[in-house]
Structures are given as C-alpha cells and as structure tokens.
C-alpha cells in the first residue's frame, strides 16, 4: 500500500507518460524541467509560506488550550469535545463552511467587521488575504495536537509540582522548568505532524475555494501536481512534482529536528 506505489511514482518520474501511450524513458529530463518551471516555484513558495504561518500558530493553541483544559473542572469534557470537533469534519465540508464564512457580501465574518467599523474585504478574490484567509481557516483544525499534548501533560506525575512548589517555584517556573522540559518530545512530534498536515491539507480549500487563484496567490504544491497529472495528463512531470516536495518536507522536518536537538529525552531528566 506505501512501498508499491512509491516506486512506482518514482519510475514515473523518469518517463514521459500520459496514461495513454507507452512510458517514454527521459530520465532525469522530468526534475530539470520541473524546477525550470515558475509555475512549481511559486507553488513551493507557497506552500512554505503557508507551514509558516500555520504550523508554529497550531503548535502553540494545541499548547494553550492543552495547558488550559488539563486540570478537571466543570464542562471541561464538552470543551474539548468542542477543540477537537472540527478536526473531525470532512475536508470539502469544511472549505464549505468557510466558503460561506468568507463571502464578502453576506459572509459572517465581514458582517461581524461590518458592525465593529473595520474593513471588509474580499478574502479569497484579493491576491494579498487569500493565503492569509486560509491558513486562518487552518488554524481551527488543532484538534488531534491538542490530544496529543494533552495526553503529554497527564503523563508529567504531579508530584514533580508538589515538591517544585515547595521549594517555592511560581507557575511560570514550573511551566519553564518542568513542563515544556518534559512535554519536549510531545513537542516535536506534534510540529513535526502539523509541517506535514500543512503542506498536505492545502487541496481541498485551494481546489474548492480559490482555484489556485487569484494570480496564483494559493497555488499550493499539492493542486499543482494534481492539476498537471490529471488535468494535463504529464503524470511523468507530476510524480517529479511529487517526490521534490516530498523532498522538500522532508528537508524541513530534518532542519526542525536538527535545530531544537533531538527528540527531547536526556539521561538526567
């Protein structure tokens, strides 16, 4: 189911096939072409520029609403029922929900501004807030981090705040010292989730809700491999699309693993 078709893909890559004719071998020709192509240079600007803006944000209200619903109080097991619902909506009935959330006529969220004196622009048709508008519309599907996290705080035994508290430690040291130290790999894991969730889960808004568009300002990777695959019939140059984005992510998850030192697990901790 995983192995098959990547080999398959990456011999794809290397030939000239539209799914009608014989593959024609081109070797390498497929990658040259590709990254010659403005088209996959701007998709990849893109799509970095939309795992920037989602996947620190995810990261750290995963986090909040983790630290915030940890502790048992009353209705907390509605509130996070509530956290987690809309991760569990499907993904075209969700871009459609927010189709309708961000229309500029009778759109809620341009009447809430409307009401409030601000601007109400036109989101998805304006080049400059349609990457902006849905990497926003991103943001609410945290709840599979927020699971994650959460089960990483119920694991920290409480003694360690009993004995941190005695020794006269405030919430902020605790949280600095004990927590984020001891959530580290739960941490990296959930980063490292949301980089692939963000470059994977930007098809369905861009396909149902922008096209690609405005002046390919959410022209994902993504759509692109799936336009020139399956609109176009190049699926020689969609697979070499495929596996430098693969490439690409891969890259980046190497660097964040690199950057903050490993999983987080030490001897002394």
Do not use: C, H
């Amino acid at each position: 189911m995983v192995l098959l078709p990547t080999l398959l893909s990456f011999l794809l890559a290397l030939t000239e096939y539209d799914a009608i004719s014989p593959p024609v071998w081109r070797g390498w020709q497929n990658f040259a072409a590709v990254l010659q192509d403005q088209l996959f240079l701007i998709s990849i600007r893109n799509s970095a520029l939309f795992v920037l803006l989602t996947a620190p944000l995810r990261l750290l209200g995963a986090l909040a609403l983790a630290l915030l619903l940890n502790r048992p109080q009353p209705g907390v097991k509605i509130y996070r029922t509530a956290v987690y619902l809309p991760t569990v909506v499907p993904s075209v009935a969700y871009a459609l929900i927010w189709l309708w959330i961000f229309n500029p006529i009778y759109g809620p969220l341009n009447l809430l501004l409307g009401s409030l004196g601000l601007p109400t622009p036109a989101w998805l048709v304006n080049d400059k807030t349609a990457l902006p508008a849905l990497a926003f519309m991103a943001l609410f599907q945290l709840g599979e981090g927020f699971a994650v996290l959460l089960a990483g705080l119920q694991e920290i035994p409480q003694d360690y705040y009993r004995a941190a508290a005695l020794d006269g430690a405030n919430r902020w040291q605790m949280f600095r010292y004990l927590t984020l130290p001891l959530l580290a790999p739960w941490l990296l894991l959930v980063a490292m989730r949301d980089i692939i969730v963000s470059v994977q889960g930007t098809f369905t808004p861009a396909l149902l809700m922008t096209g690609g568009g405005p002046y390919y300002a959410t022209l994902f990777a993504p759509l692109l491999i799936y336009e020139t695959a399956f609109d176009r019939f190049r699926f020689g140059e969609g697979a070499a699309m495929m596996l430098l984005t693969f490439l690409s992510t891969g890259l980046l998850l190497l660097t964040v693993y690199k950057l903050v030192g490993g999983w987080g697990y030490a001897d002394e901790v």
